[in-house]
């Protein structure tokens, strides 16, 4: 079994990217389990990446402290029972340091032998110059521990710009290796997909670990501190929400009504949201479950327009009953300032439409 951790800051192309490998490794016949850690309470990812047919599990809660830790170790040991995968992709939390997360599989002890890859971070190069401006610190903690890090979204960023962020992000980490990658670009993909054929020296990596480690099990920094809480120290505030929506109202709607719905609702939170952080980054993601269709939208920062995704039927795939989803994860915001932005937009743009919703 091959495990591969993927990390990089909020909206940085993980899910693309996992999706991406996932749907190569099943090709050549191996069985590949995705493990999902997004911040919030609800799942939104692993729905998407189900529906490509990849073994998926979600876990919700926000960063590496005792509960994901041992929630990580749980499904990641009932994932190889129930599944027996040859791969497992883990993919941490925007606002997590993926180091942390490698650390802490490599200190499970797991019952049986596998290999790490060399670890992964992405960093979005559409989105450099706000990354270095809005959470330079954070990103750089992210970065530090990556062996890869991959700049991300490549086919977005001006080609002479690709050059002054590969040495931008190899001055923070001087020992990764930096790559390209682009969701447009499958040679990218390949070259990707050689790296993580190497494997990381566990024995090494464990027996620099029983130096940080204090009495109690948890990871200590240079200097014996404990490690901060990744999830403050990236100034995030985040908020998810799930609504039922009632099948016969929306059968009463079509494909260009909904389409409106949730286009209004994101324009009115980005609005919102940019009175208070003009410069924000994050990601916020909303999902409409019709029944008969799934509706997706997405925003990474305060200046691009939001990604818009209509997909049929997911329903014959995934049955489960109409609703609306949204996880919202911004800078420069307190979590309860995002919930009240991101309730009262919604439950607005809902009534306006005529929707019918229950919390
Ligand atoms: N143009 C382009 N967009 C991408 C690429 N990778 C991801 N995206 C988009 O960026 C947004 C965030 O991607 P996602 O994989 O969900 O990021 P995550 O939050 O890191 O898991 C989505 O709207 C993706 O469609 C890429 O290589 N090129
Ligand atoms: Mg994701």
Redo the contacts with the bound molecule.
């Keep these: 079994m091959k495990i591969i951790v993927v990390g990089?800051f909020?909206?940085?192309?993980?899910?693309?990217a996992l999706i991406r490998l996932g749907t190569y490794y099943s090709s050549i016949g191996k069985v590949v389990g995705i493990i999902v850690n997004e911040i919030g309470e609800i799942g939104i990812?692993g729905d998407v990446i189900s529906q490509y047919g990849l073994e998926t599990k979600e876990i919700t809660s926000g960063c590496i402290c005792c509960s994901l830790k041992t929630s990580l170790r749980a499904t990641l040991l009932s994932m190889i029972d129930n599944f027996h995968p040859d791969v497992v992709i883990i993919?941490s939390t925007?606002v997590a340091y993926p180091g942390v997360i490698r650390d802490e599989v490599m200190l499970m002890n797991l019952p049986m032998d596998y290999d790490m890859a060399p670890l992964l971070t992405?960093f979005d190069g559409s989105r450099f110059k706000q990354i270095l401006k809005e959470i330079k610190n954070f990103a750089s903690q992210q970065l530090a521990q990556a062996e890869v890090i991959a700049v991300?979204?490549a086919?977005?960023v001006e080609p002479s710009m690709l050059p002054i962020i590969e040495s931008a992000v190899q001055q923070i980490n001087p020992k990764a290796e930096i790559i390209t990658?682009?969701?447009?670009n499958p040679e990218s993909l390949a070259h990707l997909i050689d790296i993580l054929e190497r494997n990381e020296d566990i024995e090494s990596r464990l027996a620099e670990l029983k130096k940080v480690i204090s009495n109690d099990g948890s990871l200590l920094m240079a200097g014996g501190k404990p490690k901060d809480n990744s999830v403050e120290a990236s100034g995030v505030g985040s908020f998810a929400v799930e609504y039922s929506l009632d099948q016969n109202n929306l059968n009463t709607l079509i494909e260009s009504d909904l389409e409106k719905v949730v286009r209004d609702i994101m324009s009115l939170i980005r609005s919102d949201v940019l009175e208070k952080s003009p410069d924000f980054l994050g990601?916020i993601k909303l999902f409409l479950e019709s029944g008969s269709a799934l509706y997706k939208i997405?925003l990474?920062t305060a200046e691009e327009e939001p990604?818009y995704d209509f997909i049929p039927s997911a329903n014959e795939i995934n049955s489960f009953s109409p609703n609306l989803k949204i996880l919202s994860a911004v800078t420069g915001l307190k979590s309860d300032e995002v919930q009240k932005i991101v309730q009262t937009a919604v439950e607005k743009i809902l009534d306006e439409n005529g929707v019918i919703f229950n919390i």
Excluded: A, F, P, Q
Aim: proline residues 0%.
């Design positions: 990089g909020l909206g940085s192309g993980k899910t693309t990812d993919e925007g992405l991300s979204k086919d977005l990658l682009s969701s447009k990601h997405s990474t990604i």
